[in-house]
C-alpha cells in the first residue's frame, strides 16, 4: 500500500507543480509558482507532520499520510468551501485509484475535519492532520508566500494573519507536545504581525 501512497503523491505533486487546468488571477507562468511554492511550503510540510505523528500516537498511518497528501485538493481548482468539497473529491479519486470504500471514507472525513470549523475532528487520524495543516502555518516561509500573493494590503494582511495563527496555535493543534514544539515560532511570527508601518 506504501507504493500506491507514494504514487499518488507524487501526482498530487505534479499537478502542484503544472497546475493546467486552473482559472485563477495569475498567468499560466505564476500560477505554476504559486501552486509550486504552496506544495513545497504548506502541503509537504503537511505530509511530514502528519507522517510523524501518525507513528508518534500510533494512528492509522495510510489514512493520515493519504489525508494530509489530498487535505488542500480543492484548492488547486479553487472549488469553496474546500474542506466538504475535497472530502467528495478525495473520495472520488481514491476509489478510482483502487482504494477501498473503508480507507477512502477514513480520508474523506478527515479532510473534512482538518478546517475544525464546521466539523470538528473526532477521531486521532482527523486531529493529527487537522494539527499537521496547522502547524505549517508556522513555518516562515508559508506566510512570505503569502503575502508575495496577497491582494491586500501588508497591513489588511498582518490583521488577517495574526487572526488566523492565534486561532491555529490555540484551537487547531490537539497534542501538547506539538504545541510546544511550534511554540517559539507562534511566539516569533507574533511578533512581526503586530509590527505597524
Known amino acids: 500500500m506504501k ?11 505534479v499537478l502542484h507543480e503544472n497546475p493546467i487546468e486552473i482559472k485563477y488571477r495569475f498567468s499560466e507562468t505564476e500560477n505554476k509558482e504559486f501552486f509550486g511554492l504552496f506544495w513545497k511550503f504548506h502541503i509537504k510540510p503537511v505530509i511530514e507532520y502528519s507522517k ?4 508518534k500516537y500510533n494512528a492509522d498511518y495510510e489514512a493520515v499520510w493519504l489525508g494530509a497528501i489530498m487535505h488542500d485538493i ?29 480507507i477512502a471514507k477514513k480520508v474523506s472525513n478527515i479532510i ?46 498582518l490583521g488577517k494573519y495574526i487572526n488566523k495563527i492565534d486561532r491555529d496555535f490555540n484551537e487547531k493543534i490537539f497534542f501538547a507536545d506539538e504545541k510546544e514544539m511550534i511554540k517559539k515560532e507562534y511566539e ?5 504581525f503586530e509590527y505597524k508601518i
Open 112 to 157: 473534512l475535519t482538518h478546517r475544525c470549523k464546521k466539523f470538528p475532528p473526532k477521531t486521532l487520524e482527523q486531529k493529527i492532520v487537522a494539527s499537521a495543516d496547522a502547524m505549517a502555518h508556522f513555518l516562515s516561509p508559508f506566510y512570505l508566500w503569502l503575502f508575495r500573493y496577497s491582494n491586500k494590503n501588508f497591513e489588511e494582511s
Open 3 to 13: 507504493e500506491k501512497i507514494q504514487q499518488l503523491e507524487n501526482e498530487i505533486k
Open 52 to 55: 510523524q505523528m501518525a507513528e
Open 188 to 192: 516569533v511570527l507574533r511578533k512581526w
Open 74 to 102: 480543492c484548492r488547486l481548482t479553487e472549488e469553496n468551501p474546500h474542506d466538504e468539497l475535497g472530502s467528495k473529491k478525495a473520495f472520488s479519486v481514491l476509489i478510482e485509484k483502487g482504494f477501498n470504500e473503508n
